[in-house]
């Protein structure tokens, strides 16, 4: 069994900075493309970041600039580097990974529980 753990969410001012972190773990044979989505309240999970297990990143264009992902692929971990955070960027961000369990031939799509994060003053 596969799961995907996200730490890392609170509550901080406008302009602030967090980091959130997801971990994978379970019986893994390989893990491709992971990411962070979001959803806000009333609006639909979007894609904030992705990275490829290359290292190729691609960003919503509202967080281009202010966001990093990273991941460390011996860790099987993902993170994501908020700085310069808005109100809009309030949501529950969730950590995705395309991952090939073990025994399977393809990757299935695994997604964390959730983590809030809250900007606001």
């Known amino acids: 069994q596969v799961q995907l753990v996200e730490s890392g969410g609170g509550l901080v001012q406008p302009g602030g900075s967090l980091r959130l972190s997801c971990a994978a773990s379970g019986s893994i044979f390989s893990i491709n493309t992971m990411g962070w989505y979001r959803q806000a309240p009333g609006k639909q999970r979007e894609l904030v970041a992705h990275i490829t297990s290359g290292g190729s990143t691609n960003y919503a264009d509202s967080v281009k600039g202010r966001f990093t992902i990273s991941r460390d692929n011996a860790k099987k971990t993902v993170s994501l580097q908020m700085n310069s955070l808005k109100p809009e960027d309030t949501a529950v961000y969730y950590c995705?990974?395309?991952?090939?369990?073990?025994?399977?031939?393809?990757?299935?799509?695994?997604w964390g529980q959730g983590t809030q994060v809250t900007v606001s003053s």
């Open positions: 995705n990974g395309k991952i090939t369990p073990l025994g399977y031939s393809s990757d299935l799509n695994y």
